[in-house]
């Protein structure tokens, strides 16, 4: 099995803090994404190592496992790499656990490297993705049912494209596998459940929590993305392509927008999970690209300008 350096993936130090990790991750996120490289599919393979990152980088309990492995590892390396690295004392087994994954596309799976490490080990608290341990995940003390079963609850994180489109995902439960349906419009809160896979025949209940986007802030069905313009389109008007959900649109600059301003576009947001035919809207924030790197004839424009509307520069 490979190790993977998820330090050198995102491209911070190994003593980077919370904030600049995050930063890294949605810089990179933001290049790599698929919806803005539908024609490469190295940028997907990328996007997927990105976030394979994050998801241990940006948590804190699955940082310090990290940490710890890479040492060993390190180590390993240093005294020549002689018969094999023992991976034993990291790998997530164990009776008792959830093991969530994409179906469908293999392409959609995290790494053999983050499965082993981090998928179904019960010690690692909620589940960002991969699987979660049902009696460590508890989101409530179990509820007792007639009978004698006991309905039970675990978390599962989808992300905001999952929750947009609705999705199919596989777990195990006791061994078994099972066929779950994400529901469009599902949002942080929404609960699915498996009738008759609690524990003594009670229920199990999946908790869904949808994944921080790094494009889109999630306000209920609307979005909001910030959307940088240059100075000249929103002084004079024009067009810009705008990302959405489902892909780019053009979105019209009226001549005179301000920074910050808000520009509804309807029916472009979430699906709602009730009457998910009918569309939350996409707040585009704008945020004014000023040019810093302007040349003697341009300043001088810019103070004639100026000098017109009544702010005194000299020229």
Do not use: C
């Amino acid at each position: 099995m490979e190790y993977k350096d998820y330090y050198k993936i995102l491209g911070v130090r190994k003593d980077a803090d919370e904030k600049t990790i995050k930063q890294a991750f949605r810089k990179l996120a933001l290049q790599y994404h698929p919806d803005r490289n539908p024609d490469d599919p190295q940028a997907e393979t990328k996007f997927k190592e990105i976030s394979e990152a994050y998801e241990v980088l940006g948590d804190k309990e699955k940082r310090a496992k990290y940490d710890q492995l890479g040492q060993s590892y390190q180590q390993w390396q240093q005294t020549g790499g002689m018969g094999g690295f023992d991976w034993s004392p990291w790998m997530s087994t164990g009776p008792g656990s959830v093991r969530v994954e994409y179906a469908g596309n293999a392409a959609d799976l995290f790494s053999e490297f983050f499965q082993t490490i981090f998928a179904a080990d019960p010690m690692m608290g909620g589940s960002r993705v991969g699987g979660v341990s049902l009696e460590e995940l508890l989101g409530m003390p179990p509820r007792g049912r007639r009978g004698g079963g006991r309905d039970m609850e675990a978390q599962l994180e989808i992300t905001l494209d999952e929750a947009y489109h609705g999705s199919t995902r596989m777990i195990s439960v006791g061994g078994k596998r099972l066929q779950i349906k994400i529901p469009r419009g599902a949002a942080t809160g929404t609960r699915v459940r498996l009738a008759g896979h609690g524990a003594d025949g009670g229920d199990l209940y999946l908790n869904l929590r949808v994944r921080e986007d790094p494009r889109f802030h999630r306000d209920g069905d609307d979005l909001t993305i910030d959307v940088k313009i240059d100075l000249y389109t929103v002084v004079l008007g024009g067009e810009v392509q705008v990302p959405t959900v489902t892909g780019e649109v053009t979105l019209k600059i009226n001549p005179g927008t301000q920074s910050g301003q808000l520009i509804r576009l309807r029916g472009r947001g979430m699906p709602r999970l009730r009457d998910p035919n009918t569309f939350g809207d996409l707040y585009v924030r704008v945020d004014v690209d000023i040019p810093a790197d302007l040349t003697a004839k341009e300043r001088a424009l810019f103070k004639e300008l100026a000098n017109m509307r009544g702010h005194h520069f000299e020229r």
